[in-house]
């Protein structure tokens, strides 16, 4: 459901490498769904996924606003539900199970990207932008 996810946000229609992607995902969810470091929620219908969230788990050095909570923190992505499913209410759900998994874990806080279309969702559940803009720098 990632590859669909990534196809559908960044416009791709068809990439060469998409077997490679799946790949190297199966590898991924193998490895962090074993150790703990991520948590995921689906959505089945008729015994097919339709809807994704999922919670990877970090660990950064302790800050004051976090004190008690050993710097753990999560980053939610894969926020995703099919088309014919949208505006259901599924995607709020998988979300605010994704929160409670943060809170049951005492984490610092939960942070994410947004696509134009999910964004309300995530302010009604009390997301809110950021004092410092994220950048990022491509490793090449």
């Known amino acids: 459901m990632r590859v669909v996810f990534i196809n559908e946000v960044f416009k791709i229609k068809k990439s060469k490498d998409s077997d490679q992607l799946r790949q190297e995902l199966i590898e991924y969810f193998t490895t962090t769904l074993s150790d703990q470091s991520v948590i995921t929620w689906i959505a089945e219908y008729e015994n097919r996924i339709v809807s994704t969230g999922t919670l990877v788990l970090w660990h950064t050095p302790p800050t004051y606003s976090g004190l008690g909570k050993k710097g753990m923190r999560g980053y939610i992505l894969n926020m995703y539900t099919e088309?014919?499913?949208?505006k259901k209410g599924?995607?709020?759900?998988?979300?605010?199970?994704?929160?409670?998994?943060?809170?049951a874990l005492n984490?610092?806080?939960v942070h994410l990207h947004s696509t134009e279309d999910g964004i309300?969702?995530?302010r009604k559940l009390?997301?809110?932008d950021t004092k410092f803009p994220e950048l990022?720098?491509?490793?090449?």
């Open 83 to 86: 088309k014919a499913f949208r």
């Open 107 to 109: 984490l610092e806080y």
């Open 136 to 140: 990022n720098l491509v490793i090449e």
């Open 126 to 128: 009390g997301f809110e």
């Open 120 to 122: 309300r969702i995530y």
């Open 90 to 103: 599924i995607a709020t759900i998988i979300l605010d199970k994704l929160i409670n998994e943060a809170k």
